[in-house]
């Protein structure tokens, strides 16, 4: 299982940090994020050798990482925009070839709510 934790209110120009925690050894994690009304959408990829991928919207602004030893990424998020309002869900694959399609991942958290007002 993934659990999601660290979402919140925050004024437009905040920062947010995420945390997601894996009940057991994973390959590849991810974050997605859904705003209301729309489809789920790629934000950031890391492998365990820490290559990582981005979204061309959050580069720049977001950082993902990960702690191999605790089976935890982590999504740090500056400069917040309210267009980046969503629910954002930690993802997890087995195998270690990132990729931003959403089928392509084999577990998914509930996701957690990130609100930026303006």
């Known amino acids: 299982q993934l659990l999601e934790s660290g979402g919140g209110l925050v004024q437009a120009g905040g920062s947010l940090r995420l945390s997601c925690a894996a009940s057991?050894?994973?390959?590849?994690m991810a974050w997605f994020r859904q705003a209301p009304g729309k489809e789920r959408e790629f934000v950031a990829a890391i492998t365990r050798g820490d290559d990582t991928n981005y979204a061309d919207f959050v580069k720049g602004r977001f950082t993902i990482s990960r702690d191999n030893a605790k089976n935890t990424a982590y999504l740090q998020m500056n400069n917040l925009k309210p267009e980046d309002t969503a629910v954002y869900y930690c993802a997890a694959r087995i195998l270690s070839t990132i990729y931003s399609s959403r089928g392509a991942w084999d577990y998914w958290g509930q996701g957690t709510q990130v609100t930026v007002s303006s």
């Open positions: 057991g050894w994973t390959n590849a």
